[in-house]
């Protein structure tokens, strides 16, 4: 039987050191998943990642580690104040919702709303985006050769975890999932079909 104590020791053993900087590991018997963490806001500075460890407990070591570095890609990748022109909108809006509230122009402090508004949006909208859960998987292959595992061994433990956690959680697959698939058995050499340009270039 697992002691969670001890996996949780060696999980932060695995960790890049900027995940151990901002990210918690807890245990959480009573979740249905088999690992979870919440979507990071940009005012919330602990990001935790929970663990069912009954569930844990039936994924091979490989699995488990690409699950957690996959985990802690993901929220690394998750960036609210990344230097672009959505967040100079948003400084700018802001800018101008308060000399427009100076000069007394309330048309003026519509139209800066709408524009930080918009710029907000689409901030959102990168951070949920499918390129995120594609980069969160590179990531996670990329650190998990500095742990010893080829690129090949990587993505074949992460495919592999993907499909089990599905059935240990009773569920189907999303259609999130089935792209990460299908990019990560072109990487595992189980199919020369790779995740369509389309998506990969998915900035929304």
Known sequence: MMNPELELRRLLDIMPASG??????????????????????PWTRDRSISINFDFWSRLSRPQRDLLLLRMVGWLGAVKWLKPNVNLGLVAAGALGV?????????VGVAAASALSAIALSQIWRSN?????????????????????????????????????????????????????????????????????????RESL
């Open 98 to 106: 308060g000399v427009e509230v100076v000069q007394h122009d309330f």
């Open 128 to 200: 949920r985006s499918s390129r995120i859960e594609l980069d969160a998987d590179e990531t996670a292959l990329k650190v998990a050769q500095r742990r010893g595992y080829s690129e090949t061994e990587a993505a074949r433990s992460l495919l592999s975890a993907i499909e089990l956690v599905a059935q240990l959680e009773g569920r189907g697959l999303s259609f999130t999932e089935l792209m990460r698939m299908q990019a990560l058995k072109a990487i595992a050499g189980f199919s020369p079909v790779g995740v369509p340009e389309e998506i990969r």
């Open 20 to 41: 151990r900087m901002f990210t918690k590991l807890v245990s959480k018997p009573e979740q249905r998943s088999v690992i979870d963490a919440p979507f990071p806001m």
